[in-house]
């Protein structure tokens, strides 16, 4: 599920409905759902690194460009520089869904705690001006921005605890979650091309940046 964080956000979302054009086709549809938060407990996509880790991660995170129009294109307020799509994947112009570049940073972050297993080392995340370092920092940053754009106002309440002195956080708070699976099936019906844009061939008329966006 991606959770819309708070209550409040609605009016957030209000203002944002005709901008997002994946909110038109998955509706404003949530549910309850309470979180599995619980220090020091289990979930499929943390623990010691192994390839049932990394397929859970995979399947989680859908990758590859979808493809929008122009109308679309001008109500998220993007550049017209945009990357055009060529006719034979359906025009357009190339995307990619928020979601799914939030779960590939927050994932990036994850493996940087586990270095020797993903080829990671502690000199390349020290050297800050090392891409590998660049990449980390813009992860953590993105995630750091689109958490005080939520600004969640669930409560966290405590209890106590045998054997230790003061109160614990309870993290298993309910969450109102918008339902993933149809964000899954809206980028699935307008995905043109595979994780990554290396078999995208520049058009003629596309125009290239001098420094990045």
Not at 22 to 30: E, F, H, K, N, T
Not at 73 to 83: D, P, Q, R, W, Y
Not at 85 to 99: D, H, K, N, S, T
């Amino acid at each position: 599920m991606f959770c819309k964080l708070s209550p409040i956000s609605s009016f957030f979302l209000t203002l944002i409905k005709f901008s997002a054009p994946a909110l038109v086709a998955v509706g404003d549809d949530y549910e309850d759902v309470r979180f599995n938060s619980t220090i020091f407990g289990s979930s499929p996509y943390i623990g010691a690194p192994s390839l049932e880790i990394d397929e859970h991660w995979k399947a989680l995170i859908h990758d590859g460009a979808i493809s929008i129009s122009y109308s679309e294109l001008l109500k998220i307020g993007a550049s017209n520089n945009s990357v055009l799509l060529p006719a034979a994947r359906g025009g357009g112009y190339m995307a990619w869904l928020e979601v799914y570049h939030q779960l590939h940073c927050l994932h990036t972050l994850w493996q940087n705690t586990w270095p020797t297993y993903y080829n990671a080392t502690q000199l390349e995340s020290e050297d800050k001006d090392s891409i590998y370092r660049k990449h980390i920092d813009h992860c953590a940053d993105n995630l750091r921005q689109k958490l005080m754009c939520d600004a969640d106002v669930g409560i966290i309440t405590y209890d106590w605890l045998e054997k230790h002195k003061s109160p614990v956080p309870n993290f298993n708070t309910v969450h109102r979650c918008r339902d993933l699976k149809r964000v899954w099936s809206w980028h699935a019906d307008r995905r043109v091309l595979r994780s990554g844009s290396d078999e995208l061939v520049k058009m003629p008329n596309s125009v290239v940046l001098d420094h990045l966006p």
